[in-house]
């Protein structure tokens, strides 16, 4: 247990103690070290402007992830390296290529852009396989139109580091938990248990990727935090035949392949949650637990039948995801409970899933609204069917009236049409600034009807369409 | 003006050389005003915002914010010396609030605090008590109560009532256009350093330092003399650093002056975004009456638009959006009526475009209601619109001279095959169940000058050292656009030395004064001339001292590959610099230009405001879901007219990033305010800039090759920095086409309303249905 956090920034060890623990690594770049090569954009993670890399060793090798600074809590880089646009010193070939490519104007996003396609050019978490447009959904630049900037990814060649040294130096830090002025970091599951039933007032963080905001938007004061990013037993991802378990800690990013085979439409659906940045830092189980009523993960989830896992102390109960939501800001969850595991069942062959985004913006926006249906078929006829929306209501939220319409009819165009009509009956959607009350009824319901073309062929959307080739 | 001498060394002028900033870019070492290391003692700054969006001031009570941690000292209006003003033209923007609000987000007070952190959270402390008033927060409201920041303005030419009556066919419609944030990465910032005996130096993120010189001054009761302001580069303007950036100066002046400690305004996200105005969201109705080719015979408009709560620039912008209604149609006869709204809102302000994007985009739906109510092609109708000879009189008098977007056009219909693809999309729409494309090319006419004619003029300075290196300083600034490298191209060519010999620096006000705004597209053409100017100055000084020492004409030194020669003599630029010095002549000299032929008449609106236009044409290929509303752009090609360009690497930036720009404005970037006029999008969780992916997956980008520009500009380059946007309007076009393919009904008239989200476009699809049925 250490009192201090202790990094490794270019190699050398950052040792930093006495500070407010929800200091940000931004801040703490530019403010306490001068290095103001990391911007502040947006300070909400949304543009990042302030990127770095976060390596951290796992399984016996140096993983590094791309992560927006702004809301990363200095604490959290405990035990893990750090690498901002200063360590490239400017000659990366990142950095040539942006330069060649004319892939910088006013300049402001430019680190922020070099850090994530350096991050593509090591291989880091959610780039391998990406496409650039993706790798950089999170990078944001008002100037260029982006398309010298992918010109200049491009020209990169991927190419890990070699990172012995540094992977060597980081497994010489004794991997214990970390206590200081109100932050504690548990090693272990059961640490966090039991932490939790002596500070039930504490706030558990994960990501950050909601709590980060409440400390840079609102202001709000955190006097005690549990930090369970860290925790190597609640990172597992069980993959089986009969479905998915993902530990409390699991972020998008890790478990993004996982889901992608669970149901592409789920891998397409984590592909927009938010970009890579928030993939690498936020989990599946904080958007769960945040109980949003615009989270992504609920509505698919429910719709797959997924249940969570609650512990308190050495009690677990298991609970269906949709019955976890009770009311706008308010959960099934106990004073000192944690959501240890998620588990989704894997779809099975004779079940149609459809899990559909939408949203002002495609990439790293969020959902105006989001439907997912999961209908079991025999011989024609619908036999079951779980259809769940997000943004529909103040709690991610089953549609039983469309559900009622669908099982026992016969799977096609009008038992489709009777599903939408009857969304009205379980609905009554808010006007915010993501849509209309109206707009959010009619295109729930279009999701519903667009699935019997889907499902015959006829489908497609916006975003699987090519320019006319003549 | 007579002919400049054309460039000389290779590779410099229209050269596609990278911006000198980006190796700093790249590194992370370019400074932005808040990466400049802190000076001691440094004071951080929040504003005490109104929550109302009208009101008079009960009282405030500022004892808690005074009590809070950190807190130093805390100012209101009392606390101003000289005019509380912050305007740039109308004497109606506060600092801070005197005792009326008129915007939800408007400053009350100022809090200085040893840490970002303290201000900002001290200011949330202030306990306020209004007494609301009526506020008008629409276009609707305020044309209801009739509240404008000016009397109406009209434009007129010929009798359009008689055009309108005699026409074969005659259509109205209606359409409304959003505003747009500028969301430039770069936040605004300004740090105020005081000097010995009441001086001041301000580092500031804008885009019109001598404007902000003089407002500073005015309010501190100094002397524009006392007040330096400086300005490296900024992380994008957009216009919106041309008159906003005064506030978060003023205030970082205001508590140096008042505290003797330096004072440092970084607004954050949200703040910037309640805090500074917007382009202008209209309201825009139009009668048109034609011919059966689609040809308009007479032309009514009105433009009506949200300026918010003070005048800002919002004369100049409605009427640029005015000169701009025509965009490359002629219009026999014309009526452009300009309604300029006042709004308890936040003040709206330049925009990249300036109001032109919002006037042209009006001619373009025009012409798509035309073609849909004669079922003709839409290009057709353009076409059959265009200036040209005998038809060649804009609506305020001014003749068009330049035309070419006939032939930008109809290159870009070929390589585009839009005839073929136009074809294939039809086909598309009859047999998909529920995606619909379109396809549109629209061109573009921007007229090139400030409007207001005293402010076509710029100054440069530049100095020589004896080492032959070269100061290069003028009164533009750098904000991603290139301006500062296209003029070092231009400054090292006349010397005939290698671009790494100029060494370019900040803009300050000291340097050059009395400077116009690095705005409308004007930058190059303004201080490029001006450091043209200078540079010839001192190389005909550096000549006529290497002919006497050659003993040979001035006119036959030769200037190249950082060497000088003359008759036998051969030396290098250093050592001609070095035995200048010697000889006693001057090294320094200051440029100055003045755009020539341009006269304006606002009472009458007519004159020849634009020396030029810029031209170019997009074509653009959509597809949207007629059931969810979503849309994409999957194609788009764009070809530019930039004249001969100074660096065709910067303007293909430029015109990428434009087009982009304006995608975002017409598609994604909805601006959303509750019925009290607070702004519900102020960060980019909720305002949505094209990301990405948001690029079209297939865009052509070009520059004109014939381009040339008719006027002796410099070079022969024409602007760049706003037309591109406007090639946007093609997007919006073809979203308009598919719309059509969706409602299905042929004559239907078009509907949509922009930002296109997928809401509106639901929406125009089921208006259309609506009204043809
Ligand atoms: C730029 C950006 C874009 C985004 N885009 C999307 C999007 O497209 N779709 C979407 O759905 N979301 C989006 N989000 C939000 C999403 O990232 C979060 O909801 C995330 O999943 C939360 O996980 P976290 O680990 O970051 O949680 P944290 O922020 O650490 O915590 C969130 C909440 O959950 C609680 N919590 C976390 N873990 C547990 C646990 N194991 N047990 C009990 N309580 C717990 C915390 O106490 C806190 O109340 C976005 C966020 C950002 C910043
Ligand atoms: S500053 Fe915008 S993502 Fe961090
Ligand atoms: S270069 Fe200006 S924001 Fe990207």
């Known amino acids: 247990m250490s009192d201090q956090i202790r990094f490794l920034l270019d190699g050398q060890w950052e040792t930093v103690g006495g500070i407010d623990p929800t200091t940000t690594v931004l801040d703490w770049l530019r403010q306490t070290k001068g290095r103001t090569g990391s911007k502040e954009g947006c300070a909400e993670g949304d543009c990042g402007a302030c990127t770095v890399l976060v390596g951290s060793a796992e399984q016996g090798k140096l993983v590094w992830r791309a992560v927006n600074s702004c809301i990363l809590f200095l604490p959290m880089l405990h035990g893990k390296a750090l690498r901002t646009v200063e360590s490239l010193g400017g000659e990366h070939p990142v950095q040539r290529a942006m330069v060649e490519h004319h892939g910088s104007q006013c300049g402001f996003c430019t680190p922020g852009i070099v850090m994530s396609l350096y991050g593509r050019s090591l291989g880091a978490a959610g780039t391998e396989g990406a496409k650039i447009e993706d790798v950089l959904a999170g990078n944001l630049c008002r100037c260029t139109g982006y398309g010298p900037i992918l010109d200049a990814a491009k020209a990169v060649p991927v190419q890990a580091d070699d990172d012995a040294a540094l992977l060597a130096e980081l497994q010489k830090q004794p991997h214990g938990g970390l206590r200081f002025s109100g932050w504690f970091s548990p090693a272990t599951a059961d640490e966090l248990a039991g932490l939790l039933l002596e500070h039930p007032d504490a706030r558990i963080v994960a990501g950050a990727t909601d709590v980060g905001l409440w400390v840079t938007k609102q202001h709000r004061a955190l006097p005690k935090i549990i930090y369970i990013g860290g925790i190597a037993d609640l990172s597992a991802i069980e993959e089986t035949e009969d479905g998915l378990t993902l530990g409390a800690s699991v972020r998008y990013g890790d478990a993004h392949g996982a889901l992608g085979r669970l149901h592409p439409d789920l891998g397409e659906l984590v592909r927009r949650i938010g970009a890579v940045q928030v993939r690498n830092a936020g989990t599946i189980a904080g958007n769960i637990a945040n109980g949003s009523p615009i989270g992504d993960m609920p509505p698919a989830l429910i719709a797959l039948g997924a249940s969570i896992t609650l512990r308190r102390g050495g009690e677990r109960r298991v609970l269906a995801l949709e019955d976890f939501f009770i009311d706008y800001g308010k959960q099934d969850r106990r004073p000192g409970e944690f959501v240890e595991s998620v588990r989704i069942p894997r779809p099975r062959p004779d079940q149609i899933v459809r899990i559909v985004k939408l949203s002002k913006r495609f990439d790293s926006d969020i959902s105006a609204v989001c439907g997912a249906v999961c209908l079991t078929l025999a011989k024609g006829r619908i036999t079951a069917a779980r259809i769940a929306f997000g943004g529909m209501a103040g709690i991610p939220k089953r549609a039983p009236a469309a559900e009622a319409a669908l099982v026992g009819s016969f799977w096609g165009e009008s038992s489709c049409e009777d599903a939408a009509r009857a969304l009205a009956e379980d609905f009554s959607p808010l006007t915010d600034v993501r849509g209309s009350a109206e707009y959010r009824l009619i295109a729930a319901g279009n999701i519903l009807r667009r699935l019997w073309f889907e499902a015959n062929g006829l489908g497609g959307t916006v975003l699987s369409a090519e320019a006319i080739d003549v | ?773």
């Not at chain 2, 607004?267 to 382009?279: I, S």
């Not at chain 2, 007629?626 to 293909?652: F, K, M, Q, W, Y």
């Open chain 2, 1 to 773: 003006m007579s002919e400049l001498p054309p460039p000389q060394t290779p590779g410099l002028v229209h050269a596609a050389l990278v911006h000198d900033s980006a190796p700093l870019h790249v590194a992370g070492t370019a400074l932005y005003v808040d990466d400049v290391p802190e000076p001691r003692g440094l004071l951080h700054l929040a504003f005490g915002q109104s929550r109302e969006a009208h009101a008079r001031i009960v009282s405030m009570d500022l004892a808690e914010v005074k009590a809070a941690p950190g807190v130093v000292a805390v100012f209101t209006a009392a606390d101003i010396p000289g005019e509380n003003n912050v305007a740039p033209v109308a004497h109606d923007d506060r600092l801070l609030a005197e005792d009326l609000v008129e915007f939800v987000g408007q400053p009350l007070f100022l809090v200085a605090a040893s840490s970002v952190k303290a201000a900002r959270k001290a200011a949330r402390l202030g306990k306020i008590v209004y007494e609301p008033l009526p506020a008008l927060t629409t276009i609707a409201q305020a044309r209801e109560a009739g509240a404008r920041i000016e009397p109406d303005q009209v434009m007129r030419r010929g009798d359009v009532d008689q055009a309108l009556a005699e026409a074969p066919f005659r259509l109205q419609g209606r359409f409304e256009l959003g505003g747009q944030e500028h969301f430039y990465l770069e936040g605004h910032v300004a740090m105020a350093v005081p000097g010995e005996d009441r001086t001041l130096h301000v580092l500031s993120s804008t885009q019109h330092p001598s404007e902000m010189q003089h407002l500073l001054a005015h309010l501190l009761k100094l002397r524009n003399a006392d007040v330096t302001i400086e300005v490296r580069r900024m992380g994008g303007a957009f216009g919106g650093k041309e008159t906003q950036a005064v506030l978060f100066a003023a205030a970082a002046a205001l508590v140096a002056m008042k505290t003797g400690k330096p004072a440092k305004f970084r607004a954050d996200r949200d703040d910037d975004m309640v805090l500074t105005g917007k382009r202008h969201d209209f309201a825009t109705g139009f009668d048109v009456g034609f011919d059966q080719e689609g040809r308009i015979l007479g032309l009514r408009y009105d433009l009506a638009s949200r300026c918010g709560m003070s005048t800002d620039l919002s004369k100049a912008i409605n009427d640029r959006a005015m000169f701009h209604a025509d965009n490359c149609y002629y219009l026999p006869a014309v009526e452009i009526v300009s309604h300029r709204f006042k709004t308890h809102t936040v003040s709206n302000t330049a925009f990249r475009g300036f109001g032109g994007p919002q006037g042209m985009i009006a001619a373009e739906r025009v012409m798509d209601t035309i073609a849909a109510h004669l079922n003709l092609d839409p290009l057709a109708v353009r076409q059959a619109n265009f200036y040209g000879p005998g038809r060649d009189v804009t609506p305020y008098q001014m003749i068009v001279e330049d035309f070419v977007a006939d032939r930008l056009v109809e290159e870009l219909r070929i390589t585009s095959r839009y005839d073929e693809r136009r074809a294939a999309i039809a086909a598309f729409n009859r047999t998909h169940p529920y995606l619909r494309r379109g396809i549109a090319l629209t061109p573009v006419k921007f007229g090139i000058s400030f409007t207001t004619s005293f402010l076509n003029q710029a100054g440069a300075l530049i100095h020589l050292y004896t080492d032959g290196s070269i100061h290069l300083n003028h009164g533009g600034t750098e904000m991603g656009q290139g301006l500062m490298i296209k003029v070092a191209q231009i400054v090292a060519d006349v010397f005939g030395v290698p671009l790494s010999a100029v060494r370019i620096v900040a803009t300050r006000t000291d340097k050059v004064p009395n400077t116009s705004a690095t705005a409308a597209s004007s930058g190059t053409d303004l201080n490029g001339m001006a450091a043209f100017e200078a540079a010839q100055i001192l190389r005909g000084r550096l000549a006529e001292l290497m002919a006497f020492e050659a003993g040979c004409e001035p006119e036959e030194v030769l200037f190249a590959d950082g060497r000088v020669v003359a008759g036998d003599l051969d030396i290098t630029f250093a050592e001609l610099c070095s035995k200048a010095h010697m000889a006693r002549v001057s090294l320094s000299a200051t440029g100055f230009y003045a755009t020539p032929k341009i006269h304006y008449d606002r009472a009458s609106h007519t004159g020849r405001p634009f020396l030029y236009f810029s031209y170019g044409a997009a074509v653009s290929e959509v597809v949207i879901d007629t059931l969810t509303g979503e849309s994409r752009t999957l194609r788009a090609d764009l070809l530019a007219d930039v004249g001969c360009s100074i660096n065709p690497a910067i303007d293909l930036g430029q015109v990428e990033g434009g087009f982009i720009q304006g995608m975002g404005w017409l598609t994604t970037e909805e601006l959303v305010y509750d019925a009290k006029g607070k702004l519900l999008t102020h960060a980019p969780s909720t305002y949505k800039i094209p990301t990405a992916s948001d690029r079209p997956p297939i865009l052509n980008v070009s520059l004109w090759q014939p381009g040339k520009n008719r006027e002796p500009t410099i070079h022969r380059s024409k602007a760049v920095g706003e037309p591109p946007f406007m090639l946007a309007i093609s997007v919006w076009s073809a979203l308009t086409q598919a719309v059509a393919a969706a409602v299905g009904k042929p004559g239907a008239v078009p509907t949509l309303d922009a930002p296109a989200t997928p809401e509106r476009i639901l929406a125009a699809i089921a208006a259309g249905k609506a009204a043809a049925s």
